[in-house]
Each structure stands twice: as C-alpha cells, then as structure tokens.
C-alpha cells in the first residue's frame, strides 16, 4: 500500500496568516492527489483534485502544488472558518491511501 | 441535487453484524462508484472499497476482505455495507460517498457503536 505522511499533525496559527500542509507519498502518485477539509461532526469536503484543481466553490485562498512523491496545500488569508482537520488523499492505485490529517487551529 | 443519505447509528454486540445503507439521489445510480470510508473516533480516514452500481463489480482493501461486504439494490438507488464478527475495533463513523475526478459527494455517515 503507498503509505501518507502528512505533516504538521497539528498547527495554530493567527488570522490573516498563511499555512502549508504537506503530503508525503511512499512512492510515485503522479499528482493523483486530493485534499480535504473536514469540519467536527461533518463529512470531509473536497478542496483541491490532481494536487492543484480547484474544486468549484473553493475560495481561492486555498491552493495546492506538488508533484512526484511531495505535495502540499497551502492556505492564505486564514479565516476563522478554515478551522478544521485536514487531510490528503491519494487515488494512484488501490487501496487508496489517507494522510493521518492535520488539525488547524486559529488563535 | 446530488445527495447520499445514510441509515440511522448502531448499537452493536461484540461478534455480531450490521448492515447499513446509502441512498442515492439526484443522479443516475448506476454510472459511479459507491465508495465506503472508515473514521475511527479522533482519528484519519481508510479506504474500505468501492463498488459499481451499474455491474456489481467490487474492489476492497485487503485489511477489510472478509470484514465488509458491498452491495447494492438498483431499483431504490441504495448501496449497502455488512460489516460482520464485529469488535470493538470496529466502532467507528461509516462513510458513503461519490468520489468522482473533480467533485465529491458524500453521506452523512453512519456511527456504529461495538459493545456489549
């Protein structure tokens, strides 16, 4: 299976600021890459498809670049409303494989 | 609208089984994947699998072989998830959704609850 890690496992930051989370693959995903934002108690919501696609709706705030086996997602302006865990999804090959999510707090 | 909705949460014994469900509406149920997501309390997310609506054909993570099975029902738009020889470790939020090239949709999910 291509394992995920993803990193920071949490982060907190002030609004107005701009984060990074990363995604590391375990091998070659060839940009078939997605994240997620999952709010409590909610079912996660699609942000960015094939490491960098907006998803309609998105504010464009949200970005996401990356290649090979390193991608990341980055977030500008923080709102308050962009609390939430996130999470990175590989859809490569089978069994698709999570990041282990990272928690993002404003202060 | 494209909308999944899921059954109701379950309270299951150790051992035991449970069947939940995902209707579908708002699309065409046979032209896309059902895919079936597991998140463990305070935890990341796993791939169950998936399955075709529209030929029946199923691709499942080795971890579940044997724990989950797919299936569906086309003439109410319904797939459905057995999960059996439940443990404990099987307490968790389950997850339907359509996870498509540029969108996703997804269910509710539904919290079963393993205990005696």
């Known amino acids: 299976d291509i394992q995920m890690t993803q990193s920071p496992a949490s982060l907190s930051a002030s609004l107005g600021e701009t984060v990074s989370i990363e995604c590391l693959a375990s091998?070659?995903?060839?940009?078939?890459l997605a994240w997620y934002q999952q709010k409590p108690g909610k079912s996660p919501q699609l942000l960015i498809y094939?490491?960098?696609s907006l998803q309609d709706g998105v504010p464009s705030r949200f970005s996401g670049s990356g290649s090979g086996t390193q991608y990341s997602l980055k977030i500008n302006s923080l709102e308050s409303e962009d609390a939430a865990t996130y999470f990175c999804?590989?859809?490569?090959?089978?069994?698709?494989?999570f990041g282990g999510g990272t928690k993002l707090e404003l202060k | 609208q494209v909308q999944l909705q899921q059954s109701g949460a379950e309270l299951v014994k150790p051992g035991s089984s449970v069947k939940m469900s995902c209707k579908a509406s708002?699309?065409?149920?046979?032209?896309?994947?059902i895919y079936w997501i597991k998140q463990r309390p305070g935890q990341g997310l796993e791939w169950i699998g998936r399955?075709?609506?529209?030929?029946?054909?199923?691709n499942y993570n080795e971890k579940f072989k044997g724990k989950a099975t797919f299936t569906v029902d086309k003439s109410s738009s319904t797939a459905y998830m057995q999960l059996s020889s439940l443990t404990p470790e099987d307490t968790a939020v389950y997850y339907c959704?359509?996870?498509?090239?540029?969108?996703?949709?997804w269910g509710q999910g539904v919290m079963v609850t393993v205990s005696s």
């Open positions: 091998e070659d995903i060839y940009n078939n």
């Open positions: 399955i075709g609506p529209g030929s029946g054909d199923t």
């Open positions: 094939y490491a960098s």
């Open positions: 999804l590989q859809d490569s090959e089978y069994p698709w494989t």
């Open positions: 708002g699309y065409t149920f046979t032209s896309y994947y």
């Open positions: 959704a359509r996870l498509d090239w540029e969108s996703s949709y």
